[in-house]
């Protein structure tokens, strides 16, 4: 018997597509189940509930009308209750009927029926990182409440694997933690949900665009060698896996879903791999050789074929509206775009509501070339991006040779602390040699460090850039500690090095530098500090100063806060311990409570300045 199955992802933001909602998707297509995937208001996806049910219900009473053609009016009416628009729609028809209906959807709403009436068989909810926490926990007990069965209600992913306890107490579901790899975990079955390929379906249902959205994603090893002490990766995945094959499943991506671009692999350590060359060559074959180019395909197409095939028609449907609106777009010839206006109203096709397979099959033959045209796309090159880094420690001549044979960009090269400063160098000018020249990496920062030696870390990769003639882009991330019943809702956790102004320093100035650090070593300079004492005048400097930083800088406060800094810092080293610590609360709403030493007051009314302030002054 088909199911109704409902996919949520939280409504935050992220860069990357719910992998585990699209196998999620393909398990259940694959059972004959009817699969939504849905992420966003929790206000609108009430409204649709009720909709639903609303539209049908008013079909009931009068046929005569195409209610769907309304359907944003009707929305408002369930929203807002007006009088006026209840009016409206009852002249549509004058079936008394029909405005009990609508009034009576509209106390259903109102009233949040739609929770004592559930209409899902299945709930499944994804999870992210665990600063995410209360927007998760929140959407996992408010969509709870749409399945019939509080048994079927399903959550994984990141947070719910690694603190479980914590999130069975606040949403009362038992959590799966780690991986859907063996078989019968969601109904008895021996399906292996992880290893199935992915739906891209399910990202036409919705109106977030994800940031990467046009590649293959997948894994080719899982798991990881090391444990270090930072990372979850030995909870999610504890056990590595050498050699997971994708081959497969990017034919059968590039069969229904049509070519995508690029190449994102998730490993956690492919370099561990004894079958790494045999990794490396299954990549070729699927067709990312640095010969092989990408064409995007016609999505219209695309969608047509599946609409054809019966495969997620709503989802189809709603690319197909995309598409019309982007041949418009398109057209420059006014007779033309006039004639594809006429075509879409006279079939109904200029409002998603009330587009119809039949009728979109009916004027495939005018579309069709139309869009031929459109889509006949220039080649571009396509990159393999193994996501997640590559370990320094394992780079030596012959993988990192392997390596050079595929389109690689970037190359991740791990960099979490200056202790493999050699090891890390030495793997850059490996890839160099290779051919190699565009390079990324997370730098951990906030963790055992010193704030010094993320400086010196980015430093590193500046210069090398420099020496080397080649691109490193870098990225500080904070390290927090996700496992930690103390931090793991919020991002507070300071390290043993470091304060809150420190924390605060860097990410003002990676505000300016869109969270990297590229080539360029004058504007290095000037961001971080061209050596130790800048970087430090930079950590201390009042954020106003930071953002702003050429303003102040010119018209002379930057030079005198930190002349007046300097000064009290000379005093005795009393006093300097006292203002840095001070500083480093980071809290200068009032700061006569803080201190009633008048040298030290002159240094901090320099933090009082707000943004506020410099739009003033500007």
């Known amino acids: 018997m088909s199911r109704k199955v409902l996919l949520i992802e939280p409504n935050y933001k992220n860069k990357y597509p719910p992998m585990s909602l699209m196998k999620l998707a393909t398990y259940h297509r694959r059972l004959g189940d009817e699969v939504t995937f849905y992420k966003g208001n929790d206000v609108d996806f009430a409204v ?21 053609a309304h359907w944003d009016d009707i929305a408002l009416y369930l929203r807002k209750g007006s009088r006026e628009l209840l009016e409206t729609l009852y002249d549509l028809s004058y079936t ?50 749409f399945c019939k069965d509080p048994d ?15 999130m069975e ?53 899982r798991g990881c060698v090391n444990k270090c002490a930072f990372c979850v990766v030995p909870k999610l ?4 896996q050498t050699h997971i094959s994708i081959k497969d499943k990017i034919e059968d991506t590039r069969e229904r879903f049509g070519e995508k671009r690029n190449l ?65 777009k398109k057209t420059a010839d006014i007779d033309d775009k006039k004639e594809i206006i006429d075509v879409l ?9 009330t587009m119809t397979v039949e009728n979109i099959l009916a004027v495939d033959d005018f579309f069709a070339p139309k869009f031929e045209k459109i889509y006949k796309n220039k080649p571009k090159a396509r990159y393999v991006d193994f996501n997640q880094g590559i370990d320094s420690r394992l780079i030596n001549e012959e993988n990192i040779k392997k390596l050079a044979e595929i389109p690689v960009r970037p190359l991740r090269i791990a960099f979490d602390h200056w202790k493999l400063r050699d090891v890390y160098e030495k793997s850059v000018r490996l890839a160099a040699e290779h051919g190699i020249t565009h390079l990324s990496n997370y730098l951990l920062y906030n963790f055992k460090d010193k704030p010094i030696e993320l400086y010196y870390r980015m430093k590193k990769n500046v210069d090398l850039c420099d020496e080397l003639g080649i691109s490193i882009y870098s990225f500080p991330m904070k390290y927090h500690p996700i496992q930690d019943p103390k931090y793991f ?45 800048g970087f430090w005048e930079r950590m201390y400097m009042p954020e106003a100063m930071i953002i702003y930083r050429f303003y102040y800088k010119e018209n002379g406060l930057e030079p005198e806060w930190w002349e007046e800094f300097r000064r009290v810092s000379n005093i005795s080293s009393a006093k300097k311990q006292q203002l840095e610590e001070i500083i480093g609360a980071n809290d200068f709403s009032n700061i006569e409570s803080l201190t009633s030493d008048e040298d030290i007051l002159r240094v901090l009314r320099y933090y009082t300045i707000t943004r506020d302030d410099f739009e003033s002054n500007k």
């Open 48 to 68: 649709n509930e009720t909709m639903k049910l609303t539209i049908s219900t008013l079909y009931n009473n009068d046929r005569t009308v195409n209610w769907n």
């Open 489 to 533: 809702r919020d991002r507070t956790y300071l390290g043993k090095h470091w304060n809150r102004k420190f924390i605060r320093s860097v990410q003002a100035i990676l505000n300016s530098t869109k969270g990297k650090i590229g080539r360029g070593k004058s504007f290095f300079d000037e961001a971080f500090g061209k050596d130790d004492e």
């Open 345 to 353: 109203s006279d079939n109904d096709l200029d409002d998603i509501h």
């Open 96 to 145: 008394p009927l029909v405005k009990k209906t609508l009034e009576s959807y509209r106390r259903y709403y109102h009233n949040k029926m739609y929770l004592k009436n559930p209409q899902w068989d299945r709930v499944c909810v994804t999870t992210l990182f665990t600063f995410y926490w209360a927007k998760t926990v929140d959407a996992i007990n408010y969509y709870k409440q």
């Open 237 to 240: 995945e504890p056990t590595y």
């Open 264 to 328: 994102l692999l998730l490993d956690n350590n492919v370099l561990a791999s004894a079958d790494f060359d045999n990794i490396i060559e299954e990549i070729k074959e699927s067709g990312f050789t640095k010969e092989n180019n990408y064409i995007a395909p016609d999505y219209y197409a695309v969608a047509i074929k599946n609409i054809r095939d019966g495969y997620n028609i709503p989802a189809y449907i709603k690319s197909l509206r995309k598409q019309y609106d982007l041949l418009l």
């Open 152 to 166: 079927q209600v399903f959550v994984g992913g990141i947070s719910a694997s690694v603190m479980p306890h914590e």
């Open 169 to 221: 107490q606040e949403t009362g579901i038992k959590p799966i933690v780690g991986l859907l790899d063996k078989g019968g975990e969601l109904d008895d079955n021996d399906i292996i949900i992880d290893k199935l390929p992915l739906d891209y379906s399910i990202l036409e249902e919705i109106d977030y665009k994800y940031p990467e959205h046009d590649g293959y994603y997948g894994y080719m090893t």
